[in-house]
């Protein structure tokens, strides 16, 4: 086998790495996107490739489809963002479609969930004063919520009062029972939107008894597309009085022996580690949690 003009793949940054080498050719691309690793990678590019994979994980929520999935990277071009947003919003726009025309509940409440997905991986890279995101945003919050309603998944929105405006949350009671196990809270990464921490943590959670509480804090999900004004310290919320939330779901919290919370982070540098507690800590003083 000739070892001249061997195969590359360009990764992020500019750099070129030689790709493995076999014994038979590798068969031609047939879409806009470019050849990658054999090393089972959606995209040589690393955020293309870690944001499909990542959302490919709510195949188990029923949140994605791996079928759908697969048939849209084919129509994304390596490292075109343009190209990932319209794929992206034409596979919405198609499960969308299916949605409405659909009369099974679970298979028309799953449909609109990942509609819902999809509309929010498309927006997920777009410059953050591209003013579609607007419209995006508006798209996942509905997609969203029709499919909780059609799937008929209990909950309670929360509007936390922080600064001049408004902190969402979502209250998910569990099954009977669980009144007894420990309250599930939630809080997700600085680049993540409040209707993703259903397919994520949620779901799972409630089919295994507990009632979940998710909520975005200052900068995340609905405050840093819509109110960037409340992008601000977590912590700054425990300094003044408390502020409860809605009776219905404060009843929950009461008397449980323990609370339990999760949070997660993506590509958060380290020195945002500590802040981010703090922000963590200030939310459950104003939640008035004990």
Known sequence: MSESNP???RLAGGSRVPAAQSSEAAPAATGPTLAVSSRGRFFANPTFHFETLRNAGYV??????????????KAIAEGDVESWYAAWEATADRVLALAERTQDSLSKGGAYMRACTYNRLAEFLLPPDDPRRAGSFEKIGGHFFKGLDTLGVRYERIAIPYAAGKLRALYFPGPQGAETKPLLMYGGGFDSLLE???PN???????RGYSVLTYEGPGQGQAA????H???GMGEAGQGRARRISPC???AFED?????EHGRLFRTPRRCLRRTHRRRRGLRHMLRFR
Request: proline letters at 5%; aromatic letters at 10%; a positive charge.
């Open 7 to 9: 195969t590359v793949a």
């Open 60 to 73: 188990a929520s029923n949140c994605a489809d791996l079928g759908e999935i697969l048939e849209t990277v």
């Open 196 to 198: 993703e921490y259903y």
């Open 201 to 207: 943590f949620a779901e799972a959670a409630l089919k």
């Open 225 to 228: 597309q819509v109110r960037p």
């Open 230 to 232: 409340l992008h601000a």
């Open 249 to 251: 779901a404060r009843r």
């Open 256 to 260: 449980r022996p323990h609370r339990y």
